[in-house]
């Protein structure tokens, strides 16, 4: 097992706070995030409220950290639907060319042409807000990456002479696809599923920040901020701490996907 | 006894073509890697085949086995025509027929055991009940000199030489009749080439096999093969006893050839290159005989037609008007 | 007998890399005289191609060269960066085993050419193309004329390598240096460029090193010859003396492994195990751990070479035991 790099275990670190949050939010939590506290209004961080408090005195560290959970769900479930898909896609396509492959080269022109978010926020806008239809969204734009790295991947592999031995060998074309070329495609898939999940986290929370991804009461980052924008003149601390802590969830994800690329050493 | 029998054998890639090609209707190019090849290969015997870059012997290896589908001819192995083949008739006939690769980085599957890629073998070609594979992975494991604990290991833990033993363990694996083998040996330094070469004739008396040896190395060719066939371009120009070929090579190109390989015995050894000129284009193929601008004794006639295999007797054809 | 041309004195590489030190090249000594031919041959890992780019200090900047090279009497590694620019190329030139990777892609022949003539020479423009053209004639490329403005994807793999040969003469060197030149090419044109370089050989008066893991190529082409094996000299004399009565226990086990020695068919003779590892150093002889004729102190002490017949060297503890066999 190679030595772990510095910004790997930094990424570790950070992931790891991220997800104790999500999965143990009561226990970490100094006090109730829905409990108002009229005895301190909009008061600036101290060592009761280490993140301050909101418009009804709700602790800001609390909140932010039964969040967590809504967002690690979002990094979760906004890259594995769209990954699944990707992969399913480009192993089909990069293994049967012809008519496919021109379809499918069409599909991601035609998808990459529109920017990202937009064609998100478009696609929620017809299907309605909350987190569910998000995930719809995301997944309708988001496959084409992971289509792409696979099937790139695929057209390596599919020349290779192991594969061909599998041919001679009489082997079923499935098994063939995703017991031979399907381990051995995956790798730049995996590196930036978990880079992806950085970029997913500050997608959810720019949608709900909108109003277009997590609905209130559930408690997400970026409808945190949503809900400090109007008072970022008294107290900026609401906008500005959950903002803090989706850069560094997001810097964890980036480390770690860094990290994890080296250790796999995806470079040929 | 004929175990495989091949007849005018023909396959044709087809040369890319760019916009301005199309536009201006040139005709579509494409190179005629195989070109009308017949041999048949004997049960028990090693045909060698020969040849340098472009003559097709990869083509050929990789059409016997339906990697590629020919354009044209047939194939037809123990009275079977192999090219009819569908469904599980094609699955037996690649138990019967089996390869080895050149690579021996690229042609083992990286992220399987080689226990698991030589049990993957034996179950879906339910060999032995599953129950046995363990055993017989240790059996075919020992048939190829390689330790027991190797199934247990990736391929990147061995050697090119040993990797080389393990792609033969897999093909051994289906118990087939016949083994093609392309250039098996050319990516491994001499010193191991030596013991693959002495596994695949050890293999041939134990287990009876038949095997077609296709390489560059004549050396090699004229030791361990009983009949060799030599080819140019597509086609095969001469085929017969390797001693007798080796011996008195009657056509031009095999003269030429066997002039050229350096031998250890000789010395310093100035003077006659072996053959002038480059290999033609394979998209721009001299017409008539293949040979001819490069041929010492090539006449105007050479030039005009093909020409066919004719017989010399004892199993020995030469594609040539002057021998 | 005139001074050796190149005598290459205990050279040692060694590469620093992540997993610690690779001692490429553990103690190498042999010379080049004018108008020879040596041979140095090993299998892969044997640091053949790291002694031939030692040389002109063609290595990366990780490696570490320990040792003497002497050019005509002037030390090759302690050369400032001018007289180095005009030894290469000049006096000493160099060709690889691709010519599609050693030659500028986007750059025609000719120009490529022409950069060598420019740098080594005070001809004028209409006398380097005449030259360049010469070049190509001399090298077997007919229609030179077209030829020069052609790209290298445009030739086939022995014309490229003709080209390459044509650009390294450009010079009018003295030595030239050569990487498995014909390893990648089809054996009748691999057997054209070497009766080529044989030809110039003798027509320039040009001294030579060919480096090759083909015994056969060594053979027909050297008179002289050195066999390497994981970094170390095995054995140095003439072609004649160490392919006939080999005096070292890997030279006479690598001309036993090949086919043609004996019967059709018989078993052939391999090498068992493999060559060792390069990061580790070996206490005593490299080739230990897979020779038959090894004795207990070959694992401790290293052979050194030694003359045990006229101009014929050989590291190996068996020496003596190989003479009196060849003797017998």
């Known amino acids: 097992m190679r030595r772990l790099s510095g910004p ?29 506290d009229f005895g301190a209004l909009l008061a600036p961080p101290t060592a009761a409220h280490p993140f301050g408090t909101d418009q009804f005195g709700r602790d800001m560290l609390s909140r932010t950290i039964s969040a967590a959970r809504i967002d690690l769900q979002i990094a979760l479930f906004a890259t594995l639907f769209p990954c699944a ?8 396509v990069g293994w049967y060319g012809g008519l496919a492959d021109m379809i499918f080269g069409r599909l991601v022109d035609l998808v990459v042409t529109f920017p990202f978010l937009v064609l998100v926020i478009a696609i929620v806008a017809i299907l309605g807000p909350g987190l569910v239809n998000m995930y719809i969204a995301i997944t309708i734009v988001g496959w084409v990456a992971y289509a792409r790295l696979m099937h790139a991947e695929v057209l ?12 001679v060998l009489g082997y079923s074309t499935p ?65 500005l701490c959950p903002g803090g802590v989706i850069v560094l969830a997001g810097l964890g994800f980036s480390l770690t996907g860094d990290g994890l690329a080296e250790l796999m050493d995806v470079k040929r | 006894m004929t175990l495989l029998s091949v007849s005018g054998l023909s396959k044709r890639f087809p040369a890319r073509r760019g916009l301005v090609d199309v536009l201006r209707h040139t005709p579509r190019q494409a190179v005629h ?35 590629h589908e020919p354009d044209g001819g047939s194939v037809s192995f123990d009275g079977t025509d192999v090219l009819a083949l569908e469904g599980d008739a094609r699955r037996r006939f690649n138990r019967q027929v089996q390869m080895v690769f050149q690579d021996p980085y690229g042609s083992l599957n990286p992220r399987m055991t080689v226990g698991d ?169 001299p017409t008539g005989c293949a040979f001819h601008p490069r041929c010492p004794r090539a006449e105007a006639a050479c030039a005009q037609a093909v020409p066919d295999l004719s017989d010399r007797g004892a199993g020995w054809q030469v594609a040539c008007r002057l021998a | 007998m ?14 620093a890399t992540p997993r610690g030190a690779v001692h490429a090249v553990d103690g190498v000594s042999f010379s080049v005289g004018r108008g020879e031919v040596l041979g140095i041959v090993g299998e892969s890992g044997s640091g053949k191609s790291v002694t031939l780019r030692a040389i002109p200090r063609l290595l990366h900047a990780n490696a570490t060269v320990s040792g003497q090279a002497t050019w005509q009497g002037q030390d090759l590694f302690a050369m400032d960066a001018e007289t180095l620019r005009r030894v290469r190329g000049g006096k000493i030139a160099a060709i690889f085993q691709e010519p599609m990777s ?114 056969g190529v060594i053979a027909e082409t050297c008179d002289r010859v050195a066999v390497m094996y994981a970094g170390r000299l095995c054995e140095t004399g003439t072609v004649v003396d160490v392919f006939e009565r080999p005096l070292h226990a890997y030279t006479r086990a690598l001309l036993q492994s090949m086919p043609g020695e004996g019967a059709a068919r018989a078993q052939l003779i391999p090498i068992p195990g493999q060559p060792p590892r390069i990061d580790k150093p070996v206490p005593g002889c490299a080739f230990a751990p897979r020779c038959t004729l090894a004795e207990p102190r070959c694992g401790s002490e290293r052979p050194l070479l030694r003359a045990l017949a006229p101009a014929h060297e050989t590291a190996c503890h068996a020496g003596e035991r190989l003479l009196a066999e060849a003797g017998a």
């Open chain 1, 8 to 36: 790997l275990i930094g990424g570790i670190v950070l992931l790891g706070a991220v997800v104790i949050c999500a999965i143990m939010p009561n226990v970490l939590a100094p006090y109730d995030p829905l409990g108002f």
């Open chain 1, 85 to 92: 898909l990707g992969v399913l896609i480009g192993l089909f």
């Open chain 1, 156 to 167: 390596v592999q599919k020349s290779g002479e192991y594969v061909a031995a599998a041919r």
């Open chain 1, 175 to 239: 098994r063939i696809l995703f017991r031979h070329i399907l381990p051995n495609a995956i790798r730049p898939v995996l590196v930036y599923l978990v880079s992806d999940m950085a970029l997913v986290i500050l997608l959810g929370s720019s949608l709900g920040y909108l109003g277009l991804g997590a609905q209130p009461p559930e408690a997400e980052w970026g409808v945190l901020i949503a809900d400090g924008k109007n008072f970022f003149d008294q107290a900026p601390w609401i906008a």
């Open chain 2, 33 to 67: 890697a195989v070109e009308q090849v017949s041999l048949d290969v004997m049960r028990g015997e090693t045909l060698g085949i020969v040849g340098e870059s472009g003559c097709g012997k990869s083509t050929l290896a990789r059409c016997l086995v339906r990697l």
């Open chain 2, 117 to 285: 890629m030589l049990g993957e073998a034996l179950s879906v070609h339910r060999v032995v009940p599953a129950a046995e594979i363990p055993a017989r992975v240790r059996a075919l494991l020992d048939l190829v000199h390689l330790p027991q604990d190797a199934a247990l290991r990736y391929p990147h833990e061995f050697s090119g030489g040993q990797r080389q033993r393990i792609g033969i363990a897999r093909a051994l694996a289906v118990e087939p009749s016949l083994i093609i083998a392309d250039e098996p040996v050319s990516a491994l330094d001499v010193s191991v080439q030596a013991s693959i070469v002495n596994l695949f004739m050890e293999l041939q008396d134990r287990l009876g096999l038949t095997l077609v040896f296709i390489t560059h190395d004549l050396r090699l060719v004229k030791h361990m093969t009983h009949r060799v066939a030599v080819m140019y371009l597509g086609r095969i120009v001469e085929i017969g006893p390797t001693a007798e070929i080796f011996a008195r090579p009657q056509h031009p190109y095999t003269q030429a050839l066997i002039r050229a390989v350096p031998l250890v015995k000789a010395r310093r050894r100035d003077g006659e290159v072996a053959v002038m000129g480059e290999l033609p284009s394979p998209l721009n193929p």
């Open chain 3, 2 to 15: 005139s001074a050796p041309l190149l005598e290459i004195s205990d050279l040692k590489v060694t590469f």
């Open chain 3, 102 to 215: 050693a030659l500028n892609p986007v750059l025609p022949i000719g120009q490529q050419i022409d950069e060598v003539l420019v740098a080594h020479t005070t001809l004028d423009r209409a006398a380097r193309r005449r030259r360049a053209a010469e070049l190509l004639g001399l090298v077997g490329i007919a229609s030179a004329g077209t030829r020069l403005d052609q790209y290298p994807h445009e030739f086939s793999g022995g014309m490229r390598q003709r080209a390459m040969i044509a650009i390294a003469l450009s010079a009018n060197p003295e030595l030239l240096l050569a990487d498995e030149p014909t390893t990648a090419l089809d054996v009748t044109i691999q057997d054209q460029i070497l009766k080529l370089m044989l030809r110039l050989v003798a027509e320039l008066g040009m001294s030579m090193v060919l480096v090759t893991h083909d015994l």
